[in-house]
């Protein structure tokens, strides 16, 4: 596609008198802040997923017709605005590291935002805005120290009219009509408040606007294949809070989930629950080493033997003397322990300290990393009785990459094992879930995630969730759920239509920073 160069139209002279919406520096930024706030109520827990795209609609508003200066502290306000109640789940951890990392992911809101003034200088500036949004996402998800994915454009729409697309172009390209939707919105206050009333541009960028989140209905989807497969959910729950979820004595979560495995055994000898075929575990169901400790081998066994089918059991194991892993392993109740997943997405400073000595110098609070784990470096498809489960631990959730590499070696269902234990009762077990709606329909495959206090759930291929826990309650269930193994266009093509769309914004940005340099 060719980039226009020029400058848009300019307005009758009767127009020109008229003011923008936002000009005033005060005005532009509470314009930021508002849009920030917007967006926040998008995402869950709260879920108003059709506010989106006014929010980002907002933000554009706020920076069309700046300055670069300007643009970058009004970008940096707005992410703030959004990401200081989006990530308010770190709190737990520490206000400080609440604070920073709202500050520094903003710095990617800021650098959206000097773009973002660059390409409005185009015609067709809608389009090119929500691809840098894309761009911004992508790199906030690899940079610094692996990414940090979370609070993306699409993780707002785990259920609503833009989530078909996922199906397509997967998480990216959901972000990118979100953010359509939103400059489109931006287009439309700026046409009309410029006294465009009759212009057809107003007709069609309102038939635009509506059109993107009404085509999402038009993605076709892969069809039922007729497999099924039952699968037992644990959700212990622990015996501390936050920090220190595990208490006193880490024996107490183990033997949590294997009293609901027994209790599911015993539901299902009753004829209250059918018998499952395989049953999940949450990460962390034991942070004691199985193959080290004869009582956690014993009391895990002693479940599987109970249940009479494997269980994926979440495990902390160790890795010589000095390192550990996250492990999903499945535990035969006839041959114990076997195949097994090793987490390749590692939370930093939560499973290892990125810059290990001059952090541990600077901050007691880093030691409480302890062992350092190790991650693996295969995708997690494992074979649990008659099905080849896709293990996803946790974190990896948000990352596109760990999720298609699973399913492409061909795991079907996806089980997400989840430790929420230290963010209980924040956003944060809501926002995860929303991610494992948005995996189910853009790979087509069901997804049952288990988690240590909740949000434990099943989802369909199709994003609805079907069955969910509460927080902070031992739980148990049996579901039925379909096995698919045909892949959707975003399996197939994988980051394809991300570095598409990347690459637009930045010929965009090019082009605009070209036409700058000529007229100046």
Aim: a positive charge.
């Amino acid at each position: 596609m060719a980039l226009e160069v020029k400058d848009e139209a300019p307005p009758p002279a009767s127009a020109r008198r008229t003011p923008l919406p936002v000009g005033h520096p005060l005005v532009r930024l509470g314009a930021s802040i508002a849009g920030g706030l917007v967006l926040y109520l998008a995402f869950p827990p709260i879920g108003l997923w059709f506010l989106a795209p006014p929010g980002v609609a907002l933000l554009a508003l706020a920076l069309y017709g700046t300055g670069v200066r300007r643009a970058a502290w009004l970008g940096y306000a707005g992410g703030l605005a959004f990401l200081l109640p989006a990530l308010a789940w770190v709190r737990p951890i520490g206000d400080d590291a609440w604070a920073a990392l709202a500050g520094i992911e903003s710095l990617y809101w800021a650098a959206l935002a000097c773009l973002a003034v660059f390409v409005m200088r185009l015609r067709l500036w809608p389009l090119w805005v929500a691809c840098l949004w894309v761009a911004q996402e992508w790199g906030r998800g690899r940079f610094p120290v692996g990414g940090f994915p979370w609070a993306r454009l699409a993780f707002s729409q785990g259920e609503s009219p833009f989530t078909p697309y996922a199906a397509l172009g997967g998480a990216p390209l959901v972000t990118f009509a979100v953010a359509l939707s939103g400059a489109l919105i931006c287009y439309l206050v700026i046409r009309l408040a410029r006294g465009f009333r009759r212009d057809r541009l107003v007709a069609g960028t309102l038939l635009a606007a509506v059109a993107v989140p009404a085509l999402g209905f038009a993605v076709p989807r892969p069809g039922d294949e007729g497999k099924t497969v039952t699968v037992g959910i644990i959700q212990g729950n622990v015996p501390g809070r936050g920090m220190d979820f595990l208490g006193d004595e880490p024996s107490v979560v183990l033997q949590n989930h294997a009293n609901e495995t027994h209790k599911m055994a015993e539901a299902v000898r009753a004829g209250k629950l059918p018998k499952p075929d395989i049953v999940v575990w949450p990460e962390n169901s034991t942070d004691i080493d199985p193959y080290r400790s004869a009582f956690a081998s014993e009391v895990i066994d002693s479940a599987a033997k109970d249940v009479g089918v494997p269980i994926l059991v979440g495990a902390v194991v160790n890795i010589g003397d000095a390192n550990r892993a996250t492990r999903g392993l499945v535990w035969d109740p006839v041959t114990g322990p076997g195949a097994y997943y090793d987490k390749r997405k590692l939370v930093p400073f939560g499973e290892y300290t990125p810059f290990k000595s001059i952090v541990l110098a600077l901050s007691k609070r880093a030691n409480l990393v302890g062992r350092q784990s190790v991650a693996g470096d295969v995708p997690g498809a494992l074979r649990m009785g008659p099905v080849t489960v896709g293990t996803v631990e946790c974190y990896e959730v948000a990352f596109d990459d760990d999720v298609r590499s699973t399913v492409k070696a061909g795991g079907s269902p996806l089980v997400v094992q989840t430790n929420n234990a230290t963010y209980a009762l924040t956003n944060l077990p809501a926002q995860q879930l929303a991610m494992s709606q948005l995996r189910a329909v853009e790979h087509n495959r069901a997804v049952v995630t288990a988690a240590t206090t909740g949000i434990s759930a099943y989802v369909a291929p199709d994003g609805k969730v079907e069955w969910r826990t509460g927080e902070l309650v031992p739980a148990m269930n049996v579901v039925k759920l379909p096995v698919r193994t045909e892949n959707t266009l975003a399996t197939d093509v994988g980051a394809l239509p991300e570095w598409i769309l990347i690459l637009m914004g930045a010929g965009a940005v090019a082009a605009a920073t070209f036409a700058a340099r000529r007229k100046s």
